[in-house]
């Protein structure tokens, strides 16, 4: 049973993402992704998929029970379907699915994640022109970490920050503590608050573009799939 | 061999020189055997905030051009027993010392003193990266200002990444008053930044610009909130654990009925 990369499950933020490559049998599909899930764990009940399937064709009949187990068994569905074939796209019209050719929100789920294992000290600059970045410490004031994708800092940022440094505008900065000097998202600025004095409780917030102008939410609040969906939905012309 | 250790900021005037000769001096009264060298080459002030301007024949870059050897260019302080200074020269500039040359020099001091005190200059060119080249620990010293807390946290991240062993900062001036009132940096929020384990607090004194001035270092004498401040640290450097008083600021009443009921 060689199914351990046929299959790829990769989480995302409100989810799961899933890759089933075409070589995998329409008969075996459902029971070797269902057992996939299972292996995450069961916290992930009650999210949702995305589904990606490439050329693989799919009737509606094969599409529904697939939703239907996934509902029983995690009490998940499919929120949107990746798929190249003119019949699957189809069939998720008919179950009222969102689909795409290709994942198009501009953020690969592919994109390499550069991680750095310490606090960035005054003058010292990382970047990953690749991909995200992940800071294991903080930013200090002074250091500067850039990405094109996300940035994403479990400690405080107090530094510079840029995600979407060539230009995605759905790049966010992520901070367990976000006191940054300066944000900037896909050529976009945004200057510090006023600084919050003696605060030293951990708040997670997520800066990000919204009408061409960079705001910070509560990032517990905030569900980045839901985004995700909205943007690539937006960008489709049916 | 002895403990080398490199006194640096990154950030000028924070005090870099007084804790050097201070700490030096403090030690040296320990009963450790102390040279401090004068890392600032070009800039050379050591000397005189320790009072021993007019006793230098020779200075650190002659030894390392092996114009003299390294004991006739030791200069030995006449109040305090084992304390030697070593100067740096003033006519010169900080490329002509070879990393090297310094390494080596460095060497040799720590085969014969308990302690080798390096006062580096600020900034973080090749004088920062020579006076460091030697050195197995590190204090930096940080005043409670936003710059120089910024300029101390890039020192330790070059410092880190050299071969620096080990490494805790000294918080230079600190006004309890200033802080009470909202105006100055506290500890916290300096250990928030930094990260890294503090040795000491010496808080803000005015018999140190007196002592400097004079060129007697105050841990010469005790009495002064910043000189047992030195006396203290240099106590941590020897491993002992000494709790960091609070420091009060202290009103005019309250010094008035300190001074009535002869309790000072």
Redesign the interface.
Known sequence: MNNRKSILVRGCTGGLFITVDDSIDSKELNDLVMERIRRVGPEIRGESIILEVDKRAMDSDALQSFQMRLNEEFGMSVQQLITKSDATREAAKELRIRSAPVFTTGRDPQADTVSVPYTLRSGEFKRNPRGNILILGDVNPGAEVSASGDVIVMGTLWGVATAGALGDETAVVISLNMQATQLRIAGHYAYARSPKNSERELNPEVALLENGEIVVRNFIEFNLLEREVKKSWGGLSS | MGRVIVVTSGKGGVGKTTVSANLGTALAMLEQSTVIVDADIGLRNLDLVMGLENRVVFNSLHVMEGECKLESALVKDKRVENLYLLAAPQSRNKDDVEPENMEKMVKQLSEKFDFVIIDCPAGIEQGFQNAVIGAKEALVIVTPE?SS???A??V???LQATGIESLSYVLNRLSQQLVDR?DMLSQPDVQ??L?VPIIGVIPEDHHITASTNVGKPLAIEGGTPAGDAFGRIARRVLGEKVPVPEFRYEGKMARFWKWISGNN
Do not use: S
């Open positions: 936003v807390v910024r300029d946290d890039r330790i991240g070059l909202g928030e930044i990260r």
